[in-house]
């Protein structure tokens, strides 16, 4: 069969531009399968489906939701393209899907893109790819091109980056053709056990010497980088079943949650291997660490009384205080309480990250210490929950492996 393409736009702004590269897209022997989204006036240019057919069997018709105020007809066309494009790719209807669009564009279409599976290709073209994209992007695979001009017209510059675009799209659909259902066989064949790990760069050494010794002991590891999106990710991949044991030992996302970081991965954070009943060694490296914007963006609150970190010209990273890590350990009480599996939480008391040790700007230990503390006192009379105290540094030599070598006790015991 012919790969599929599934292309969404806003043809009452963009139908000439969609036409276009429809027509690269074909030339290249790859079917293409054109979506109106849009919420404006009819477009001269007609797509293959019209606004009307993603209103079926809804409240809804073109007309009601062209009569709406401009952001609550983007939310409606949002959320029936989202379903429309499920259906679409359960039925078997797409190997790729690709958009193009502005502001509205890019929320509507990115919507329905993170609502299909990982490892589909997902395509947008976007006037907003070199702006702030965690609300497009948010945990999923999407890959943003830049439109470098508007989407608006055929010209020397649009014309070219439409090309790529088309090219680009054209190739995601024939690699899915051929290699999607293999992949998907390998994430879904049980024989493989699969952890997981999360990972900042002043933690990345101890992290990277477990990931070592787990891959010595045969196990296939995916390492996270705690950036928000990467700790939700690996929350969906944990639900999708697809992870079979984990090695927290980056936990800055939650002091993220608590204080307003960038970093912020939610307030599900830490609850899928409890609901999936998965073993996990728990380390609270990085738990010294917020991240924060750089030092001329940064707000008011975090200005004075703080140590902060020039990390790097885009970021700030900011120690988290006594009190704020009393609230990282009561979030990880909470979140481990109900656990049923096996947990060992392994505490490095000589320090949470690369700059949490004597002489180094986030060497802290009371914070430490009340975290730890906090730790002791609301998970001791939980039964599978066992809280080990090591000496040593995150970063010290052996420390990784012994913590890779805990996970990969409790997976031996759960098989």
């Not at 139908?15 to 054109?34: F, N, R």
């Not at 990115?110 to 948010?138: C, E, H, I, V």
Request: hydrophobic share 40%; net charge negative.
């Amino acid at each position: 069969m012919t790969p599929r393409i599934i292309f969404i736009a806003t043809y009452d702004t963009k139908g000439a531009e969609s036409e276009y590269i429809k027509e690269k897209i074909l030339a290249q022997g790859v079917d293409c399968l054109t979506i109106d989204a849009g919420v404006g006036k009819a477009s001269s240019f007609a797509a293959d489906v019209p606004l009307d057919a993603l209103c079926a069997g809804s409240a809804h018709t073109a007309e009601s939701i062209r009569a709406m105020k401009r952001g609550e007809a983007i939310a409606e066309v949002s959320a029936l393209l989202e379903r429309y494009a499920q259906n679409l790719y359960r039925e078997g209807k797409m190997d790729a899907v690709i958009g193009i669009g502005g502001a509205g564009g890019t929320q509507i279409v990115t919507q329905a893109m993170r609502a299909l599976p990982f490892g589909l290709p997902k395509l947008m073209l976007s006037t907003l790819a070199s702006g702030n994209t965690r609300w497009y992007l948010q945990d999923s695979d999407i890959a943003l091109l830049p439109s470098i001009a508007d989407v608006a017209g055929l010209n020397g510059i649009t014309e070219p980056v439409f090309s790529r675009f088309a090219a680009y799209a054209a190739q995601g659909a024939v690699w899915h053709r051929k290699e999607f259902a293999a992949f998907r066989r390998r994430l879904e064949n049980r024989a493989i056990l699969r952890v997981s790990q999360t990972m900042y760069g002043t933690t990345t050494e101890g992290v990277s010497r477990a990931r070592r010794r787990l891959e010595e002991k045969g196990l296939e590891t995916l390492v996270f980088h705690a950036s928000g999106a990467g700790g939700r990710s690996m929350e969906n991949f944990i639900r999708d079943g697809v992870i079979h044991g984990v090695l927290d030992m980056t936990l800055a996302e939650i002091g993220a949650h608590i204080v307003g970081g960038l970093h912020d991965a939610g307030p599900r954070r830490m609850e899928a291997a409890v609901d999936m009943e998965i073993p996990q060694v728990i380390v609270p490296g990085g738990a010294d660490t917020i991240v924060l914007p750089p030092l001329s963006d940064l707000p008011d609150k975090f200005r004075t009384g703080r140590t902060l970190n020039f990390h790097n010209p885009t970021m700030t990273t900011m120690r988290t205080n006594v009190e704020e890590c009393i609230e990282i350990g009561d979030f990880l009480v909470r979140k481990l309480r109900g656990a049923s599996s096996p947990v060992k939480i392994l505490i490095p008391t000589g320090g949470l990250s690369s700059i949490d040790r004597p002489g180094e700007i986030f060497y802290l230990p009371e914070a430490n210490e009340a975290l730890f503390a906090t730790l002791k006192s609301g998970l001791k009379d939980v039964a599978c929950i066992e809280i080990i105290e090591d000496k040593r540094h995150l970063y010290d030599e052996g420390f990784g492996e012994d913590a890779a070598d805990l996970l990969a006790g409790l997976l031996r015991n759960a098989s």
